[in-house]
């Protein structure tokens, strides 16, 4: 079977966050996976291979932005490019043509194995892949490669006025997961049948991974103990509730551990 092409889009500005090293080691395990950091940061140290930088000032990128989105966007804060995730793929289209999947993602995170999570059996049956159950995961969200999906935050109703708002909205997470999440608060067997009814849903897999613990999310055995220690080594990642052989997460997301 032939190997899905990924590539995960990161426009960042201002300074590299001190972890970039551990970031980019991560990184060069997943071979198999292509990186694009966008900013004005300076090329990483330690980049590698499979890891692209492209130089532009906050400036030009927002010109660009508002040039392929056809409206103002002139925020003062680098915050916002939060908002435009779910459009990386129509900005940076020239970019990820040869590609069958591209993502958005953040830094703050270390990767695992990526493709043993999404193997190509999983990939051929979605066109937008979640690593939460409810809503879009901002830290990482694998999008199918095709016009329509490129163009689908289009269908947020008013999703001009929430990008050209200069205060950062969570759009991704918010508006444009409402797009592929319905009815979640409805119990699991009527959404399973209700969600029928949306092509979009269907196309969509929202799977819980516990990817960012400490959260208002609990853990896997309904308590809010959260694994105290997380490992890392060759790819592999664990903690310390869970063996490495019992562990298969895509990448730990320490967004309440960076204090």
């Given at each position: 079977?032939?190997?899905?092409?990924?590539?995960?889009?990161?426009?960042?500005?201002?300074?590299?966050?001190?972890?970039?090293?551990?970031?980019?080691?991560?990184?060069?395990?997943?071979?198999?996976?292509?990186?694009?950091?966008?900013?004005?940061?300076?090329?990483?140290?330690?980049?590698?291979?499979?890891?692209?930088?492209?130089?532009?000032?906050?400036?030009?990128?927002?010109?660009?932005?508002?040039?392929?989105?056809?409206?103002?966007?002139?925020?003062?804060?680098?915050?916002?490019?939060?908002?435009?995730?779910p459009m990386l793929g129509k900005i940076h289209e020239a970019e990820i043509m040869d590609y069958d999947f591209w993502a958005f993602g953040d830094l703050d995170l270390v990767y695992g194995n990526l493709r043993a999570v999404y193997t190509e059996p999983f990939l051929t049956r979605?066109?937008?892949?979640?690593?939460?159950?409810?809503?879009?995961?901002?830290?990482?969200?694998?999008?199918?490669?095709?016009?329509?999906?490129?163009?689908?935050?289009?269908?947020?109703?008013?999703?001009?006025?929430?990008?050209?708002?200069?205060?950062?909205?969570?759009?991704?997470?918010?508006?444009?997961?409402?797009?592929?999440?319905?009815?979640?608060?409805?119990?699991?067997?009527?959404?399973?049948?209700?969600?029928?009814?949306?092509?979009?849903?269907?196309?969509?897999?929202?799977?819980?991974?516990?990817?960012?613990?400490?959260?208002?999310?609990?853990?896997?055995?309904?308590?809010?103990?959260?694994?105290?220690?997380?490992?890392?080594?060759?790819?592999?990642?664990?903690?310390?509730?869970?063996?490495?052989?019992?562990?298969?997460?895509?990448?730990?997301?320490?967004?309440?551990?960076?204090?």
């Amino acid at each position: 079977m032939k190997m899905s092409k990924i590539i995960i889009l990161i426009p960042y500005f201002g300074r590299w966050p001190f972890w970039m090293n551990a970031f980019l080691a991560s990184c060069a395990e997943n071979p198999t996976v292509d990186w694009l950091l966008t900013g004005d940061c300076g090329e990483p140290e330690n980049l590698p291979p499979n890891v692209s930088y492209t130089e532009i000032s906050f400036e030009s990128y927002k010109q660009r932005v508002a040039q392929v989105l056809g409206i103002p966007f002139d925020p003062s804060d680098a915050y916002k490019l939060c908002d435009i995730k779910p459009m990386l793929g129509k900005i940076h289209e020239a970019e990820i043509m040869d590609y069958d999947f591209w993502a958005f993602g953040d830094l703050d995170l270390v990767y695992g194995n990526l493709r043993a999570v999404y193997t190509e059996p999983f990939l051929t049956r979605y066109d937008l892949i979640s690593n939460h159950a409810t809503r879009v995961s901002g830290h990482l969200c694998l999008i199918r490669n095709t016009a329509a999906m490129r163009e689908v935050y289009q269908k947020v109703p008013g999703w001009q006025d929430r990008i050209v708002n200069p205060q950062h909205v969570a759009f991704d997470e918010k508006a444009f997961s409402k797009l592929f999440v319905k009815h979640k608060n409805f119990p699991r067997w009527l959404r399973q049948l209700t969600n029928r009814l949306y092509p979009l849903v269907r196309c969509s897999s929202f799977v819980e991974r516990y990817t960012t613990p400490n959260g208002y999310i609990a853990w896997k055995d309904g308590s809010y103990d959260f694994p105290r220690q997380w490992y890392w080594k060759g790819g592999q990642l664990w903690n310390d509730l869970e063996s490495a052989d019992d562990c298969r997460y895509p990448y730990f997301h320490f967004l309440g551990w960076k204090k």
